[in-house]
């Protein structure tokens, strides 16, 4: 019996590559409304079902397929110190749109239920976005998961 997940706005589907390498079965992936990376993820998987915005995410099926892990990539511009915060104010990230993906996200975690979760995102969010990162974490943490804020530098790894 091999181990389950469903990727949460990985768009094309790169760290589920790895995913898969360590033995598990990638359910599906869940995606934003504009596709924004469906069109590659459906070339590195071409048979796997991709689910493009959140009303259409089969979420009452994935939690009574009892899924092991759930990976989620939701849009790290948010926090970013480059884009519409320059030009906009240091507080847009409140109002931008994609900040949405990031409670789409939490939702997905909430309704399904995974044995295991993690959200990979930017340092900026930890700082830009602290208050989020308190939510999600309360959130969880009220949900009984145990939760590990770890930071990771990619040159640490030989990726960079």
């Avoid at 459906?42 to 959140?54: E, F, K, Q, V």
């Avoid at 990031?102 to 700082?127: G, H, K, M, N």
């Avoid at 949900?143 to 790894?157: C, D, E, I, M, P």
Wanted: proline residues 7%; aromatic residues 12%.
């Amino acid at each position: 019996m091999s181990l389950t997940t469903v990727g949460c706005y990985v768009y094309a589907g790169h760290c589920m590559l790895g995913v898969r390498e360590a033995g598990f079965d990638v359910l599906c992936h869940l995606e934003g409304n504009n596709k924004y990376g469906a069109d590659t993820a459906r070339l590195n998987w071409p048979s796997m079902p991709i689910y493009c915005g959140p009303k259409n995410w089969p979420l009452k099926e994935l939690s009574d397929a009892n899924v092991d892990f759930v990976m989620s990539q939701p849009p790290c511009a948010v926090w970013s110190p480059l884009g519409p915060v320059t030009t906009r104010g240091h507080e847009y990230w409140k109002e931008d749109p994609r900040l949405e993906h990031w409670f789409d996200s939490l939702r997905v975690l909430e309704e399904i239920r995974p044995r295991a979760y993690t959200l990979e995102s930017v340092p900026q969010c930890y700082t830009r976005g602290r208050m989020v990162i308190d939510e999600f974490t309360k959130r969880c943490l009220v949900r009984g998961y145990s939760v590990t804020h770890l930071f990771l530098n990619a040159q640490w790894t030989g990726m960079a």
